[in-house]
């Protein structure tokens, strides 16, 4: 586009970035995924009800991170599992749906530095087992169903060993938010000295055997085991042989197999030279709810007992688990409502990438999401300043990108390219070609210096979108000229761009393309350039003449540091001279400055503001004074020019609704 030559006088540089957004309009507290706290009475260390990092014993020595940095793939079938499961390399692996393993209670073979994570609730393992032989480090597997590889009649699992999971001397496993139910030996069975293993939030259920640790004589493993559900099964609740430390906590027994054993029914058991500590947990309709051998340790503080019989014992020091962690321990009395509604597999989990932690940028989660990907990819973006470009293609599309900062100024991702470097699309900081992104509290910027030298070519794009259903909630947008682009892959190609309780800045044409665009609820600011008379153009819209919605700024407020009658509101962009790009721009119950020109729209490249499509309705503030060279919407017409008019496209899109 056309440069306008005065120049931005502020001479601030980078340091912008953080500063320019404080204050203007309240931040979406958006935190670590998962839920917020379910009971009164925790510990004063505050965590959500969980994340996507693990806890306990899988959290030290160096940590578990499983697939992490590694590609991210769906698969669907039992062939992909395996490959993948057992590659070298390191893989985020996404089950979607039910992969049924043949022949019937087969090893899938799970190797080193892998996540198996199910998409939403859906993944299912039936029929099959995930096996990590010896040696296997570093495995996370989550938010699975793992069922139904029972051999009829074979009730105590003496004729088949069909465990749900099996590992053996293995480190740094994270088993989290699965349910287990109906297999054909031990559901869940920790083996020869495996270490560093944390055991949270599943369902072990209709069972014989839940979960047995040992089989060994050393006195090694470490194992963390909180916030599961063991319901319907009759022994091993688990069974921890040998064990060097077993944290136990916040766990629900329940409705224990009642057959009348008299041995071998039971809830916890702390076997051999075992440490074991339980606290807080919750035991109904169990028989011996925990119990340990002369030569083991077991210290149980906290727990509620009702309807049980039998054991309870507790002798020795055992361990203190908060000289090695820290960690949730809620009420007791709070176990059973929290372990019944956020165990077993879960909606939320399942695609969630961290920036830095699980790749080192932004553009490194983007590359690992699958093409033609299906299900919401969320890329959790930690506080700091990303300065590198980032491009989501037109094959990635269903990602969102999250800042987890506060507020959306601790999340900033900015480069510094003029569009004499690149052009105008290969000047943008962040390009967003794919269909279905939504970006939250975020800070998207062009720090490009345009005061500090002189090009043919200055625009500066913070962002430039071409996708349809792009949503932009709780964002910045930082830059001078061409800050914000919102455009659709051809002119008769209509994309939808909604933006809401966001902050935009610039000077010259920084609200501009063909997409329709809705700016809800947000703060434009329109820079001085040090002019006492024109100081720029807010938009600069090419709506095709086929597109009867362009852009609408809506329920907002513009403002500026320019002086009074210096500003225009718009002017009609005719990219490359096409006539069928004829701006559509409607500026509606805003608040608008003083430095907003009383004939607000101009012309563009001997194009006349006249021949476009430019309206007013119900602004207000002292730059909103109706003027003859003002042309207002009226009543009958403003009633089909709103937002959900705007965005509702044939497929019935309403991202508004869901505030």
């Known amino acids: 586009?056309?440069?306008?030559?005065?120049?931005?006088?502020?001479?601030?540089?980078?340091?912008?970035?953080?500063?320019?957004?404080?204050?203007?309009?309240?931040?979406?507290?958006?935190?670590?995924?998962?839920?917020?706290?379910?009971?009164?009475?925790?510990?004063?260390?505050?965590?959500?009800?969980?994340?996507?990092?693990?806890?306990?014993?899988?959290?030290?020595?160096?940590?578990?991170?499983?697939?992490?940095?590694?590609?991210v793939v769906t698969v669907t079938d039992q062939a992909s599992l395996t490959r993948y499961a057992a590659a070298e390399e390191p893989y985020v692996i996404r089950v979607s749906g039910a992969i049924a393993v043949e022949p019937f209670g087969s090893d899938i073979?799970?190797?080193?530095?892998?996540?198996?994570?199910?998409?939403?609730?859906?993944?299912?393992?039936?029929?099959?087992?995930?096996?990590?032989?010896?040696?296997?480090?570093?495995?996370?597997?989550?938010?699975?169903?793992?069922?139904?590889?029972?051999?009829?009649?074979?009730?105590?699992?003496?004729?088949?060993?069909?465990?749900?999971?099996?590992?053996?001397?293995?480190?740094?496993?994270?088993?989290?938010?699965?349910?287990?139910?109906?297999?054909?030996?031990?559901?869940?069975?920790?083996?020869?000295?495996?270490?560093?293993?944390?055991?949270?939030?599943?369902?072990?259920?209709?069972?014989?055997?839940?979960?047995?640790?040992?089989?060994?004589?050393?006195?090694?493993?470490?194992?963390?085991?909180?916030?599961?559900?063991?319901?319907?099964?009759?022994?091993?609740?688990?069974?921890?042989?040998?064990?060097?430390?077993?944290?136990?906590?916040?766990?629900?027994?329940?409705?224990?197999?009642?057959?009348?054993?008299?041995?071998?029914?039971?809830g916890n058991w702390s076997r051999g030279r075992t440490r074991m500590v339980i606290e807080n947990s919750y035991y109904d309709g169990v028989q011996h709810p925990y119990q340990a051998d002369a030569t083991a340790e077991l210290v149980q503080r906290g727990s509620i007992l009702r309807n049980t019989a039998g054991r309870t014992d507790a002798w020795g020091a055992a361990f203190d688990p908060r000289e090695f962690y820290d960690y949730r321990l809620d009420p007791a009395a709070a176990v059973p409502a929290l372990v019944k509604r956020f165990s077993g597999p879960q909606q939320r989990i399942g695609a969630t990438l961290h920036v830095p932690a699980d790749y080192p940028t932004v553009q490194a989660a983007v590359d690992a999401v699958p093409d033609g990907n299906t299900v919401p990819v969320t890329i959790a973006v930690a506080p700091g300043t990303y300065r590198a470009k980032v491009f989501i293609p037109a094959t990635k599309p269903n990602i969102v990108l999250q800042g987890t900062g506060q507020d959306r100024s601790d999340t900033v991702i900015v480069y510094d390219t003029p569009a004499a470097y690149g052009g105008s699309t290969g000047s943008a900081t962040v390009r967003i070609a794919a269909n279905d992104v939504t970006a939250r509290n975020l800070t998207f910027s062009n720090d490009f210096d345009e005061a500090a030298v002189e090009l043919n070519g200055e625009q500066a794009l913070a962002m430039k979108t071409t996708g349809d259903r792009i949503v932009f909630e709780d964002t910045a947008f930082l830059g001078n000229q061409d800050t914000l682009m919102t455009d659709s892959p051809k002119l008769t190609t209509v994309s939808r761009v909604y933006v809401r309780d966001s902050y935009i800045e610039g000077d010259v044409d920084f609200v501009y393309g063909r997409a329709t665009t809705v700016i809800e609820r947000s703060v434009i600011k329109a820079l001085s350039r040090g002019s006492a008379t024109n100081n720029g153009y807010i938009t600069a819209a090419s709506t095709w003449t086929g597109n009867p919605y362009g852009f609408l700024i809506t329920d907002s407020r513009i403002v500026s540091d320019a002086p009074a009658g210096s500003f225009h509101l718009g002017r009609p962009w005719h990219p490359g001279g096409e006539p069928e790009a004829v701006a559509q721009v409607l500026i509606r119950d805003t608040k608008l400055p003083a430095a907003i020109k009383a004939s607000p729209w101009t012309d563009m490249s001997g194009f006349s503001w006249r021949d476009a499509r430019f309206t007013e309705y119900r602004n207000y503030g002292p730059g909103a004074e109706v003027t003859a060279d003002r042309p207002q919407m009226s009543d009958a017409d403003a009633r089909a020019h709103t937002v959900a008019d705007y965005l509702r496209g044939s497929d019935d899109w309403a991202p508004h609704a869901r505030h």
Not at 28 to 43: F, I, P, Q, T
């Open 1 to 71: 586009m056309t440069h306008l030559h005065s120049k931005r006088l502020s001479g601030l540089g980078p340091g912008r970035v953080l500063a320019t957004v404080v204050g203007l309009l309240a931040a979406l507290v958006l935190g670590a995924s998962g839920e917020a706290d379910a009971s009164a009475g925790s510990s004063p260390v505050a965590a959500p009800r969980w994340t996507d990092q693990p806890h306990g014993f899988a959290s030290l020595a160096g940590g578990t991170t499983g697939g992490a940095g590694g590609k």
């Open 109 to 266: 073979v799970v190797a080193s530095d892998k996540t198996i994570i199910g998409v939403g609730d859906t993944g299912e393992i039936v029929h099959g087992e995930l096996h990590l032989n010896p040696g296997t480090s570093n495995v996370i597997i989550r938010n699975l169903t793992i069922r139904d590889s029972y051999v009829e009649g074979d009730w105590d699992g003496k004729t088949t060993d069909f465990d749900a999971i099996q590992m053996d001397t293995v480190d740094h496993v994270w088993i989290d938010h699965n349910r287990f139910t109906h297999m054909g030996d031990g559901l869940l069975d920790i083996r020869k000295d495996s270490r560093y293993i944390t055991v949270s939030y599943n369902r072990f259920t209709h069972h014989n055997k839940a979960l047995g640790i040992g089989w060994t004589t050393n006195v090694l493993t470490e194992i963390t085991i909180d916030h599961n559900w063991f319901t319907g099964t009759k022994q091993r609740n688990p069974s921890a042989d040998n064990c060097a430390y077993a944290h136990l906590y916040n766990n629900y027994l329940s409705a224990q197999v009642a057959d009348g054993d008299p041995t071998w029914t039971y």
